[in-house]
């Protein structure tokens, strides 16, 4: 946005996304798990105009066969397949090499947990896991807790983007580590997507407005009553966010500072 | 023979290769990803690699995840 919507007002658009040596033009990242059927999942892929969309991995049901998800993802969206279910850097790697081996790309989602109560994802093993797939030439995401010292291990080792936790995995909790988050935003020199725990679309333009890059959202869009609707509605927030952000928002203060001149009243001032 | 596939044995009556397995217990070939014994077997060698008795096979696929 170089004329910061003065010359061309009327379609005022955000600057493009760039990530793993691609440009993007939304910042909308959305996961596919959950959702009650495929018509809902192709419709909110749609409506939610995501570029990066993920998807996991996982052995086959071969007494019962499975529809393929891949049916439902249009051929231009960028597949960033998850490592979840790695309980370790180890695992990890090995399902990241698995995924490659479909010919989907070499896009990968790190997702080390070795909790099955908070889902939190295991830093030092996702450090490892990044050191070693981004020498083998992935694009590696890695979803991590908010720890700046972390952050900085994953962008060294490699990571094209960090992706804090704004709470817990599916939980809807919206921004519980905001502050970590921001120290993350102003230290990292790297995109940062906040991934995880965002419930509605108010909080992803709140994450937006803090100046993070991008947000990716599954549970909250593929849970609702309505996937396609609020696919559209965070897609449209994360926008607002984002501009919200541009626009550099004015300092809050304790005080009212009337909008309206105080001097020209039609009566005098005693 | 019998083979380990996707954690479950199976019993099979005749000489397979792994293409003949994927075809009959997979809906999607060419979205499979195998691993035979831990290692990764590219799809140009499915044809050609013939499932021998005691083989741990792993097909997988994609699934919706965030």
Known sequence: ?270 | MIIQLNGTQKKLTQASTLAGIITTFTKNPEHVIAEVNGHITKKASWAKTQVKDGDVIELVSFVGGG
């Open chain 1, 1 to 270: 946005m170089s004329d910061l919507g003065l010359k061309n007002p009327e379609n005022i658009k955000d600057t493009s996304f760039s990530l793993g040596g691609r440009n993007f033009t939304n910042r909308f990242l959305l996961g596919t798990g959950k959702f009650k059927n495929k018509k809902e999942l192709s419709a909110s892929i749609k409506a939610s105009g995501s570029q990066i969309v993920t998807v996991a991995l996982r052995r086959i049901d071969v007494e019962r066969h499975e529809e393929n998800i891949l049916e439902y993802i249009p051929d231009n969206v960028t597949l960033l397949i998850n490592t979840s279910g790695a309980r370790n850097a180890e695992e990890a790697i090995r399902l990241a090499r698995l995924a490659k081996e479909a010919g989907y790309g070499n896009w990968i989602k790190i997702e080390v947990i070795n909790d099955s109560k908070y889902l939190l994802p295991d830093n030092q093993e996702t450090i490892k896991a990044t050191e070693t797939l981004a020498k083998e030439g992935f694009i590696v995401l890695p979803y991590m807790n908010p720890d700046m010292y972390a952050a900085r291990d994953l962008i060294s080792a490699g990571a094209a983007a960090v992706m804090p936790l704004g709470s817990l995995i599916g939980s809807n909790q919206g921004l519980q580590t905001k502050e970590f988050i921001k120290i993350l935003i102003n230290e990292i020199n790297a995109p940062i997507i906040v991934d995880a725990g965002i419930g509605a679309p108010s909080q992803a333009a709140e994450a937006m407005e803090m100046g993070a890059d991008a947000v990716l959202v599954n549970t909250a869009v593929a849970t609702a009553q309505h996937p396609p609707l609020i696919a559209k509605a965070f897609a449209m927030a994360i926008t607002a966010g984002r501009l919200s952000f541009l626009s550099k928002l004015p300092p809050v203060s304790e005080k009212a500072n009337a909008s309206s001149p105080l001097t020209g009243f039609l009566y005098n001032n005693k």
